[in-house]
């Protein structure tokens, strides 16, 4: 009998749903003038950011750790200083991201557990004051 708790990537229904997630993401992002500050952060075409991103929540959820096999440890926040984060790019991704979770069907308790645990990602990401 196993009694271990189903990851957050199991419960969030794996590799389709988070895809689907990630896409809605960067939808919004592409598309949504309220969400122009970061997508002027990313370069013109959004594919590559799309899988790096698809790849990372995959492992980071406790699924397949598809970027670690392809790029090592992923460093975050290393690897976003180059990027000028303050508060209104990390409140513009979290809009983002709020907004796809609704889109993506995901139960509405479980919406919040990820945006909880994003949002304290997205605040260390910050290098700049506002």
């Known amino acids: 009998m196993n009694d271990a708790l189903p990851t957050l990537y199991e419960q969030l229904g794996g590799e389709t749903v988070i895809r689907r997630l990630i896409d809605r993401f960067y939808d919004y992002m592409d598309s949504d003038p309220a969400f122009a500050g970061i997508r002027a952060l990313h370069p013109p075409q959004l594919t590559g950011s799309r899988d790096k991103t698809f790849w990372f929540l995959c492992g980071w959820s406790g699924g397949p750790n598809h970027y670690i096999e392809r790029f090592g440890h992923p460093r975050l926040r290393a690897r976003h200083l180059p990027f ?12 983002c991201m709020a907004r796809a979770l609704v889109d993506s069907e995901i139960p ?13 990602t997205a605040d260390w990401m910050r290098n700049k004051q506002d």
């Open 84 to 95: 000028p984060i303050g508060v209104s790019e990390r409140d513009q991704w979290l809009g």
């Open 108 to 120: 509405e308790p479980l919406q919040r557990q990820l945006l909880g645990s994003l949002a304290g």
